[in-house]
């Protein structure tokens, strides 16, 4: 995906999914959380991209 101008989101995670995120920055595998969420965000994307669109539900 090419880069491009960022826009500001604010989101709410459930306490797990935010202990995950954190646990990915703690790591140093992440710098900022949001480079977490936009990593799953693109894995997402990319998984509904491949899925023809009859075998969506």
Known sequence: ???SST???NI???EPLKRF???KV???MYGPASACVREAIRE???RDQAV??????
């Open 12 to 14: 709410s995670l459930p």
């Open 44 to 46: 997402r994307l990319g």
């Open 1 to 3: 995906m090419a880069a």
């Open 26 to 28: 703690a790591s140093g």
């Open 7 to 9: 826009i500001s989101m």
């Open 52 to 57: 023809p669109r009859r075998a969506r539900r």
């Open 21 to 23: 995120v954190d646990g």
